[in-house]
């Protein structure tokens, strides 16, 4: 099926703060135009586009236009920089940009460095060096071009560490609209149908909302797309439109749970099916006081942008394991490996594999993409983790955040999953600081419920709350407190940059 298969008059895309509804008849019209607009332009399958797009109306309509031309479409964030956005145009070989207005001085400082010579557009007005979207694709025809055929995202890794690189997949072989495995996954998994109201809280721009958004196209359902993420603000979308399907990361669980009680309770959440979470670890204190609030609903997958496997983890299911990530999914096999690529036993700690999954390359990479794989040609994200005795996968932290402190192996996740639970912090990273004697020590950032409370006695009280809960070799020996720690949009922390200004 395919958004044109549904009723014309069925709300498809509904943008929460302005209330604009796109009916499936116009995603329809609007992906085909877009799609006939690529074609005119002169690319064919395989060919590639980039988008920097807030979320804006048009973004998932783009993307099907696209996704139906058989072309590689990679979603950029609109927060970078002009040397970010033109390096990520030009290394995934565009021949197409389109962005918005809200992007024009961005736009005009990188527009001339673009080596591909793309085809730029704008929407909501233009600038110099770019074209009227929707005045280009209003000269197409609505109806579908000749030769649809599967695309695929091709979406650039954050950049936590170096320059992002693109994750690039093999285009599906498969006749339009066919259903394809990448669709009937996702909607087995989390039954997306015609009556699904999927709230879509995060940037566009990212491998998991902009998956689950055209998941619930696909399968007929309504999307509600939020312009900025609020807690509350999600609360009563949830509440406003009997919201059955939704996805968040942690950190979002958080900020919604330190809500005051008389305001996060008022708001009735109990249309939801399902409530998906992924991105990050979720601290156990945190995923059980969001399963006692929304009920058993909550279900949390592991995997990446690389698509080269997946956990899964059902709330009951984590109940019984929990700080579980869950067991491999859709026939993947795990493997945990030490340094040297061998298997390790059970309830030991080592690379996490996938064995099974889909096949990727870091784009223009060769290096990395080989660094990525084992001998088998099992493949991993770079997170560590180990396996019980049922075959539940639990991650200890990302292989390059580990701390080596007086030859002894840390991993900061466990004290950020300390931290993160008192009441008077509101976000925290722990890594590794230079130390003479012990080569690393174990610091934190906090940033605090507010600045006013911030100083000697809140890290002392800190540093004891942590202690009473993991060894003590694990818990920061210093505190220092921020106003706010470096997050992308998603939720993802950008652990290098507070790194960076004790390493310098």
Request: hydrophobic share 40%.
């Amino acid at each position: 099926m395919y958004p044109g298969a549904y009723a014309a008059e069925t709300p498809a895309i509904i943008m929460a703060q302005s209330g604009s509804v796109i009916s499936f008849g116009e995603l329809e019209k609007r992906s085909n135009q877009t799609a006939h607009l690529f074609r005119s332009l002169g690319l064919k399958r395989g060919d590639s586009i980039a988008l920097v797009l807030e979320n804006h109306e048009a973004f998932l309509p783009i993307c099907w236009g696209a996704y139906r031309a058989g072309l590689y479409f990679t979603a950029i964030s609109y927060r970078l920089q002009e040397n970010e956005v033109q390096y990520i145009v030009n290394d995934c070989g565009a021949r197409v940009l389109i962005t918005s207005i809200l992007l024009a001085d961005t736009f005009g400082k990188f527009k001339d460095h673009l080596i591909n010579n793309p085809a730029c557009y704008m929407l909501g007005g233009v600038v110099e060096g770019a074209s009227s979207f929707e005045d280009a694709i209003a000269l197409q025809p609505p109806s579908p071009i000749e030769d649809e055929s599967y695309g695929m995202s091709l979406l650039y890794s954050s950049g936590t560490t170096g320059m992002p690189k693109g994750v690039k997949k093999p285009l599906i072989e498969a006749p339009w609209p066919q259903n394809i495995p990448i669709f009937q996954a996702a909607q087995s998994r989390y039954q997306f149908d015609t009556e699904t109201v999927y709230l879509s809280p995060a940037p566009l721009y990212h491998a998991a909302p902009l998956g689950f958004n055209m998941n619930t196209l696909r399968y007929g359902g309504t999307t509600v797309i939020m312009e900025h993420y609020d807690s509350e603000e999600a609360l009563k979308l949830i509440e406003q439109h009997k919201v059955t399907h939704s996805q968040w990361v942690p950190t979002m669980f958080v900020r919604m749970l330190k809500l005051p009680e008389v305001v996060r309770t008022q708001y009735d959440v109990s249309s939801q099916r399902i409530a998906i979470h992924a991105a990050a670890p979720c601290p156990i204190a945190i995923k059980e006081q969001m399963i006692n609030w929304w009920g058993p609903v909550i279900s949390e997958y592991y995997a990446g942008t690389e698509g080269n496997g997946s956990t899964t983890i059902t709330s009951e299911e984590w109940l019984q394991h929990k700080g579980s990530v869950g067991r491999a999914a859709n026939d993947c096999i795990l493997h945990i490996l030490d340094e040297d690529g061998h298997e390790v036993p059970q309830g030991e700690i080592g690379g996490v594999y996938f064995e099974g999954g889909g096949k990727f390359e870091y784009l223009g990479d060769k290096a990395k993409t080989a660094a990525s794989q084992s001998q088998e040609g099992w493949s991993t994200l770079g997170d560590v983790g180990y396996l019980d005795e049922e075959g539940y996968l639990y991650l200890t932290d990302r292989k390059s955040f580990m701390i080596i402190s007086g030859g002894v192996n840390i991993y900061p996740q466990e004290a950020e999953n300390a931290l993160i639970s008192h009441p008077k912090v509101t976000d925290v990273a722990v890594f590794g600081v230079p130390n003479e004697e012990f080569g690393e020590e174990v610091k934190a950032v906090v940033q605090p419920a507010s600045m006013d409370i911030a100083g000697t006695a809140l890290e002392a009280e800190l540093i004891a709350y942590v202690r009473d809960q993991i060894s003590h070799i694990k818990c920061p020996r210093t505190i220092d407190f921020i106003e706010a720690l470096p997050r992308h949009p998603t939720g993802k922390l950008y652990k290098r940059l507070l790194k960076d200004k004790y390493w310098s």
